[in-house]
């Protein structure tokens, strides 16, 4: 069985569209962790001259000016920042068009981000928008962390109208959010957006590799010398399942590393330590830190990948031909991403929390969900944040999955 | 050791033909194998292929039961697979695979330990002349080499039964030569198992021959028993070549054979009466005269 299993992958890697995608995986990698960086853009004025910089130049700047909000987010500096901002609202008007460059880039970037989630959280109860600046008070600053969680609570009153124990999900969540908030300037939220591009990238090149495992036995007919073996029914079934787990695992491990380690190389490593209700919304429900969410996103996509593995495994062992197989996982795979686009609503979200690849694509992503929409769904009786589920049904997905596959090719008697 | 079918039948569902929609490709077969060599003899598509797929445990028989010492092949499982060989009449291999590397997977599925393997590959390898070319890729190998590393792979685990569906396709007279002598040392208190379709193969290897035609075993015996059945109905006559559309034609001649002569006269092998052509005289009778005979 050992031996076999060494066959086995040497047999996989030894094929020649495999190598080519495993190469794509890894290139990939290198590739989307590093673009990111390169749609920085920073403008600031020089001798009245205004300049434009791109790039990790353009990062050293803004994490340069940002300094002073850097570290703990403290009730004190976004008083500071609010009154920074006042200041010159009354001086030059409407900040956003009348502002100086010089000044905008030395009184106003530096606090940005945290006065950003303190106008947020001030938005009114009722109809959700948020008030001007000029009317926002040093004690609400100093109230911050109160504000938040008075945010959450009438936000979700909002939101989850007709579903009380959504709401009070929501509210236990936040509660366990921990406070005060962390700030390090310099991460770029699109980060997650490429995080999960990537990993929809991957589970394609996953796919392409795993989908002829085992139609392209049937396909060239091998598959009748294999079927005459000792080890060649249930326990090659299982070998290849394994071989192909390994292979791919290895793979993620290794293209992440490579992913993590680029892109956090590039914006910091204290970046990780940013909490993600001062990068994303203070009303996000989730407490934890950017490290903790990247962990978390792969996660998810590691459970999704398997999950996909798992189903392309199933539809080559019952497919004709290698053709076949591709199409009909790959399809399957973009239905979320397509569904979530061209239906939405709530079938859309349903159906795709069913699916293995649920929580990879686009604006149907995992982190998507876990950062900017708040989703419940309700099954029955229970309410069950929707981001809990993307990981819990492709994970249960997999053993079924794998086990439909060691029954099908062990059965498949060929007529 | 012997293995035993009995009324092993296989239908296949034919949706082209609405008349016929059951296909039998293998109807009531009943045999009893015994070690040595047993040719299997039929015109194409009697059903010999699916019979041996039968055998090997790939293909599950509609109805009827295969027993390897009187125990199900279907409830022995791996322990029957451990025991066979089977070259396939096609089959495919993995495009980037060399015959060296295909022989080791082929191994390792067979559950055969590293040592051992490179021992059989080696021993295998020289056995059907391949050891030049083991580090090429096999579909870069002729028709015929590629026959000899399926005939290597049938015979990796050393096999008890070994089961070989057409297996001198495409091999030329040396090789064919080679190919029986491996063969005739292999079956001592073994089965081994060959189709065919060209006699002259099996006529001199196979101790036991199975005559199949649309699905049934005709006949089954040693090439003496069968070849007795038409003893004194084979002939040789010379005609001239313009009598030929004739005896052609002629009621209970069948021609089995015919050959130029220098005189540009013809000489005819037919089976039938020795009065039919004048001139005749009697032949020794081959299995190749009661194939045709059969037919
Ligand atoms: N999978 C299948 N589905 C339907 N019909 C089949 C199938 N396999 C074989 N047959 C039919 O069964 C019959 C027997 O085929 P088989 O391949 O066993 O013949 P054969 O004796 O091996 O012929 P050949 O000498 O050409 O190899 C044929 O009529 C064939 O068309
Ligand atoms: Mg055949």
Known sequence: ???????????????????????????????????????????????????????????????????????????????????????????????????????????????????????????????????????????????????????????????????????????SMYDNVTMPFYYYPGYNSNMFEYEGMYLFLLMFLCIMITAPLFCCEYQTGADDILRSTKLGRRKLAFIKILSILTLSILLFVLCMTIFMVISNSIFGWECRQTSMQILFSASTLLGLNIGQLQNLVMLAGFIALLSCISFALFVSSASKNTTIATSLTIAFSLAPSILYMMAGGNFAAYFRVLLPSGALGGSNSFSYALTYYFEFLKIGPVTVWTPWLLMLVPAAEIPLFLWLTVRTYSRRSLN | MEIILEHVTKHFKDKSNKNNPVKKAVENVNLHLTPGVWGLLGANGSGKTTLMRMVCGIMKPTSGCIRYDGIDIESLDEAYRDKIGYLPQEFGFYPEFTVQQYLEYISALKGLSDDLAKERINELLAKVSLEEVRRKKIIKLSGGMKRRVGIAQALLNDPEFLVLDEPTSGLDPAERVRFRNLLSEFAKDRIVLISTHIVSDIEYIATQNAIMKNGEILHTGTTQELVARIHGKVFQATIPQQELPMWESAPGIQIVNLRNEEDGRLCLRYLGKQADIPDAVPQNPTLEDLYLYLK
């Open chain 1, 1 to 171: 069985m050992i031996r076999l299993y060494k066959e086995e992958l040497k047999r996989i890697v030894r094929t020649k569209s495999t190598l080519l995608f495993l190469a794509a995986a890894v290139a990939l990698s290198v590739f989307m962790a590093y673009i990111p960086v390169t749609y920085v853009r920073f403008t600031y004025e020089e001798n009245g001259q205004e300049m434009t910089l791109k790039g990790r130049d353009a990062l050293a700047l803004r994490k340069q000016l940002q300094a002073p909000s850097a570290g703990e987010v403290t009730p004190e500096k976004m008083a500071q920042g609010l009154e920074s901002y006042q200041k010159n609202l009354e001086r030059y008007g409407d900040f956003y068009d009348d502002f100086p460059l010089s000044v905008h880039n030395t009184e106003i970037f530096p606090w940005s981000p945290l006065i950003t989630r303190l106008h947020e959280v001030m938005a009114d109860p009722d109809t959700g928008l948020a008030p001007d600046y000029a009317k926002i008070t040093e004690a609400d600053a100093l109230h911050f962390y109160d504000h938040c969680r008075t945010r959450v609570a009438d936000l979700m009153k909002s939101e989850q109208k007709d579903n009380p124990q959504a709401q009070q999900i929501a509210t």
